[in-house]
């Protein structure tokens, strides 16, 4: 009995390892609270013309995010998300994917 609890245990501790290398969910919800929230509303839900970002998949975030970091329009509001991605490291765009999917 014991073991088995032991090696859930360590299964449970190897999700959560590998899942926090892949993005930091607190560390994006404290930077998306410096602005992101201003346009696309509390916990990532969207407001009238600012995409709803919630629950949208990590990949598809970070896809986003780099495409607009390197200043490309992908949409007729581009120029609003270009300003606001620039300024973002890899690692930020990691975090904010990794909390945003989890909403
Ligand atoms: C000034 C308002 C504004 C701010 C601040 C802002 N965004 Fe945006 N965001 C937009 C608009 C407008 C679009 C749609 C742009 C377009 O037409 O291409 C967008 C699009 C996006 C998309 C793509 C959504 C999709 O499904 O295509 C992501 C992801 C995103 N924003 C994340 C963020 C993050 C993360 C932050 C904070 C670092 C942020 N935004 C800050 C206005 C904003």
Known sequence: MKSLV????????TVYASSATSGDIAAGETRYGVNCFICHG???KGMASYPKLAGKEVAYLIDKLETYRAGTRIGPNS????????PLSDEEIANLAAYLSSL
Do not use: R, V, W
Not at 6 to 13: D, E, H, Q, R, V
Not at 80 to 86: G, K, P, T, V, Y
């Open 6 to 13: 032991f090696g859930f245990l360590s299964i449970f501790i």
């Open 42 to 44: 509390q916990a990532g």
């Open 79 to 86: 120029d609003l998300m270009i300003m606001n991605a620039e």
